[in-house]
């Protein structure tokens, strides 16, 4: 039914269709601005985003405190410029197993049974606004928190 | 002015291909394997790009393939099938990856995300779902964060976003622009063929 009526107002009515408020000019003109702004909008944010990860991920912590946690509850807390031998740490739990390696001023994930290796990947805890995670475990590395700096900054990147 | 649109024009009453605002006169049968293809596909595009290693160590970076097919299914069957498709899409293909520690984190993302897809689509036409693209992806990772801070009580974590917020833009704008060319072409190729 719909289709044979559109084919008589195809033929018949052809400038009314192409003239139709659906497919007015003026339509298409705003698809255009709207979609330049939009460029402009992703683009200003992209540009921010890139600027404030590098921002962030460069800095360098200015504690060496570090605190490894699981299941959201810290299990160690370790000063690295006191390690003085290489060790590792074995964090074993219901989700599955980490091995991390300690050593003079580093600390890194060695390795995990979790599927991504996303933290074994990571490589060196460097700052406090990259920590250390493996999700699939429930494992965080991260420095400690010194009350000033960090917790303010983490409440302005929230 | 007027005179060059004419292929815009056909458009209009098309019998498969997505009006503008994204209505579509489709029988049920039709529809409903649409939607059932539609979920293999963006089940095929998941697992593929579930078994490619990450290329960053970051959580939340991949492409999101699958998306195109959801918003193909959103754009050209409407809102019901599209949430048939990413749902399905979800469960199975947590099963399929034996990924199902993730599957909270793909579903408070793709929740989030899906929510907002169904708000605003009616501010965005066909030629604009790459805008809604980029928007959804970025929910998404928004979502995932989220839940992943909450998962491990972990705040510090929320130092990702604005690389997650990137990542979103890049990917969106690449899953929101095959869906809408694709969408596009299709339209064109139907109005050929009548
Ligand atoms: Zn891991």
Partial sequence: ?158 | MKTNKPANSTLKQNFTAPKPNGQIDIPRTKKLILTAMLTAFALVAFVIEASIPPLTPIYGIKLGLANVFTLFALYSLGTHCAAAVMSLRIVLGSIFTGQLVSFIYSVSGSLLSFLLMILLKRFFQLKQLWVLSILSAVTHNIGQLAAAIFMTQTPAIAYYLPVLILSGIIAGAFTGLCAQLVLIRLSKINNNLD
């Fill in chain 1, 1 to 158: 039914m719909k289709k044979s009526s559109t084919s008589t107002r195809n033929s018949d009515k052809q400038n009314d269709i192409i003239g139709s408020d659906l497919y007015d000019c003026s339509q298409t003109v705003s698809y255009k601005v709207k979609n330049r702004i939009w460029i402009i909008v992703f683009s200003v944010l992209a540009v921010l985003c890139l600027g404030a990860w590098l921002f962030i991920s460069n800095i360098s912590s200015p504690s060496k405190i570090v605190e490894i946690y699981q299941n959201g509850s810290l299990v160690e807390k370790i000063d690295l410029n006191s390690v003085t031998n290489e060790r590792e740490i074995t964090l074993s739990g219901e989700h599955g197993t980490n091995i991390i390696l300690i050593s003079n001023g580093h600390i890194k994930m060695k390795s995990a049974d979790c599927p991504d290796k996303l933290c074994v990947k990571h490589g060196e805890l460097k700052n406090s606004y990259s920590p250390i995670v493996c999700l699939p475990n429930k494992v965080v590395i991260k420095f400690e928190n010194s009350s000033d700096g960090v917790d303010a900054k983490a409440g302005a990147v929230r």
